[in-house]
């Protein structure tokens, strides 16, 4: 390409964007600004894609781990051919746009993953970089070799998950991740001076990565640094380029004043007469396209080839490619995997789980350093280590947060049904990952053991109870929590058949006993979420449990029934998704009784289903340090104490 038309289609996405955020009065146009040189760059000269084709599994990803530079990406993807008109880019941050105010994949042409919570991208990015390794290990690197780029910021770098998953990227060798870090010492208080003064080439040289230090502003330099980074083998590049946010503003350049609002009118104005560009907002001269179109049309050849070798590749490699799909007799074949007997869940789900890895290739995952605990090592499955990449085990270290998000990215590339596992307690580490993951509406799994306060001696540190509550909270996460090995089969099952969204399964540390059901159940009746698991004539009372408290509450029916009183028992192994059942089937399952909820957990949630006249039974403190049956006995969680409450409410 020449000169001219790089510095045209540099100048074309710097003030694309000022005019977007302009016209929206909304938005972050410095980094967009101080960027654009980079990006071009990268969409014109690095990355491998056709823009006709967003979803080839061989295009190389970009990340926008900064997405709050947003207008950045939209610019590029504008000038780059995707299907994003200037029209969209007019509708910046608007109501049904193209163009939300952060990146959203799905819902944008060439988005590759959703980001704004700083550092969430990077470790997004890592997540990528591993499943472009690992499948190619798996199919051939002549159909699977792409790369990830990575664009962050200095709020990225100083939030902790991105720390998590670099270290893990840099202890893999993930030689096909280059970050480039946009160094500009601004934050929206001002200087980094204010707080964040250490030299992060030395962290990321510490954590096994190839570093560099370049002027931003320098594109020989910034290519020659890339060109450098491509080329090195067994670690991930990570270049520091030094940029002035909000380049060519006359007094907001280098300022923090550049950072999240509009330049203003004058300001731009003062730019573009600067840079030479027309006054005329979203100009778009004709040269500024063509560095992206020369450059795509060598990445078309690449990809009519990679076409031709998919056509010729063997039935199973293009179900690899094609991504996971369990088989229709999924529930029969995992209900064969647990027979009934008394044991943790923990342990049922592993057995359970063991086989669903046998009937789906594409499951993989690991936990954060918890595996023995969680019990979710996949035999024969092989570790996944540096150079390593066949394996199926991921070790995570004890880094759930970097989990959550890497684990995000391993769905994202469309290939993996990954899971990852951990004390329910420690959930609260990834939780913002997982958000993500139910926003971007991501398959991931969780397994989160150790799901009450019988986890015992620990105390409350490790005693959960807000958790299960909180994570329903959550729009679009559905969390199972079952009772026994029928419920643990239809956990997984469940688990791995809803493609909409990420899953949370439950599991007991404590041995439960199989549960007795009626000869009418069928296991399908426990995938729609909740079920009458005992009943009685003209029950005046139905008393809904989950996971470890349903083999209370046929406790309490037992002992209540010699009494008189008629309780139905309903077990909840996943409220949400029996909140999505019609009406009618709904009031089937609850009967027209006095509804009592019994949970080992926060009461607050189950206060809406109960009514005003229902009764909440749970545990609305934090637990203590003793036996778990001690602590059960002492909180309220037996029979007797349930027995005793509801005689109380009578």
Known sequence: M??????????????????????????????????????????????????????????????????????????????????????????????????????????????????????????????????????????????IDYRV????????LMEGVASEAASLAGHLGLD??????????????????LSFTEDVCARFASYGWSVERVDGHDPEAFRAAMDRALAVQGRPSFIAARTRIGLGAPTKENSPKAHGAPLGAQELEGAKRAAGWPLTPFYVPEEARAPFTGWQAEQRARYEQWQARFAAATPEVRAWLAGPAAPADLLEQLLAAAPPAKDA????????????????????????????????????????????????????????????????????SGFFLPFGSTFLIFSDYLRPALRLAALMKQQVVYVFTHDSVYVGEDGPTHQPIEQLASLRLIPNVDVVRPADAVECAVAWTYALQRREGPTALALSRQNLPPIERPASFQPADALAGAYVVADAEDATHTLIASGSEVHV???????????????????????????????????????????????????????????RDG????????????????????????????????????
């Not at 008109?85 to 993953?113: A, I, M, N, Y």
């Not at 709904?586 to 289903?609: F, H, M, N, Y």
């Open 2 to 143: 020449s000169d001219t038309a790089f510095e045209q289609a540099v100048k074309a996405v710097r003030f694309l964007s000022a005019d977007a955020i302009e016209q929206a009065k909304s938005g972050h146009p410095g980094a967009p600004m101080a960027l654009a040189a980079i990006g071009v760059d990268l969409y014109s000269r690095y990355l491998r894609y056709v823009p006709e084709d967003p979803s080839w599994p061989n295009r190389d990803r970009f990340v926008l781990s900064c997405g709050h530079a947003s207008m950045l990406l939209y610019s590029l993807l504008h000038l780059a051919g995707y299907a994003l008109s200037l029209e969209d880019l007019q509708q910046f941050r608007q109501w049904g746009s193209k163009t939300p105010g952060h990146p959203e994949v799905g819902h944008t042409p060439g988005v590759e993953t959703t980001t704004g919570p700083l550092g969430q991208g990077l470790g997004n990015a890592v997540g990528l970089a591993l499943a472009s390794k690992l499948m190619g290990a798996r199919v051939g690197p002549e159909l």
């Open 149 to 156: 780029y990575a664009l962050c910021s200095d709020g990225d």
């Open 176 to 193: 096909n991740l280059v970050v480039v870090y946009d160094d500009n010492s601004i934050t929206i208080d001002g200087s980094t001076a």
């Open 345 to 412: 869940t923990r342990s049922l789900a592993a057995k359970v789980e063991q086989r669903a890895a046998a009937l789906l290739p594409a499951l993989i995952g690991g936990s954060a350093d918890l595996a023995e605990s969680c019990k979710t090592t996949l035999q024969g499955g092989g570790d996944v280590a540096a150079g390593q990449w066949a394996g199926r085990n991921l070790h995570f270290g004890i880094r759930e947060h970097g989990m959550g998000a890497i684990l995000n990215g391993l769905a994202l």
């Open 553 to 611: 509450a046929l406790q309490v029916q037992r002992l209540l029934a010699a009494e008189g009183w008629r309780l139905r028992v309903v077990s909840a192994p996943c409220w949400s998704a029996f909140e999505r059942l019609p009406r009618e089937r709904q009031a089937a399952v609850l009967g027209s009784g006095r509804l009592v909820s019994l949970e080992a957990g926060v009461t607050s949630a189950w206060r809406g289903v109960v009514g």
């Open 615 to 650: 009764l909440c039974l749970g545990i609305d403190r934090f637990g203590a340090s003793a036996p778990g049956e001690r602590v059960a006995q002492e909180l309220g969680l037996t029979a007797e104490a349930v027995a005793r409450a509801l005689r109380a409410s009578r």
